[in-house]
């Protein structure tokens, strides 16, 4: 594995741990665990398709799938926290891990989309 792979998926990881903790019997905190074990395992998933990609434009629409799946678990992330299942502070490490990691994926974008235009 290389080191933003390891990171992707230990960031998942740390989020199928929140997911884990938080109270199954309310409904509302269900559905949380559920949309955040979704969407933040997805990240990893897509990330893994996108260093399989068939072509440029294949890795670069992976990886913006990604960020999009980042976008949504930093939402489910702060909707924990501000509904009082996860003290937000708890939660602050993840919701920057998953700004930056959404940067990294961003300058790749950039860069793979440059690569294509001079193709």
């Known amino acids: 594995?290389?080191?933003?792979?390891?990171?992707?998926?230990?960031?998942?990881?740390?989020?199928?741990?929140?997911?884990?903790?938080?109270?199954?019997?309310n409904i509302g905190s269900a559905n949380f665990a559920d949309q955040l074990f979704r969407s933040s395992t997805s990240v990893a998933a897509n990330y893994a398709e996108a260093c399989e990609a068939e072509s440029g434009k294949d890795f670069v629409h992976k990886l913006k799938?990604?960020?999009?799946?980042?976008?949504?678990?930093?939402?489910?992330?702060?909707?924990?926290?501000?509904?009082?299942?996860?003290?937000?502070?708890?939660?602050a490490d993840l919701i920057t891990e998953s700004q930056e990691i959404s940067r990294i994926f961003g300058a790749s974008v950039s860069t793979a989309r440059k690569r294509i235009c001079k193709q």
């Open 1 to 25: 594995m290389n080191d933003l792979e390891d990171r992707v998926v230990a960031f998942a990881a740390r989020c199928v741990k929140v997911c884990a903790a938080l109270p199954v019997k």
């Open 65 to 91: 799938v990604s960020m999009k799946e980042l976008s949504e678990t930093r939402i489910w992330l702060k909707l924990i926290g501000e509904s009082g299942y996860v003290e937000k502070t708890k939660l």
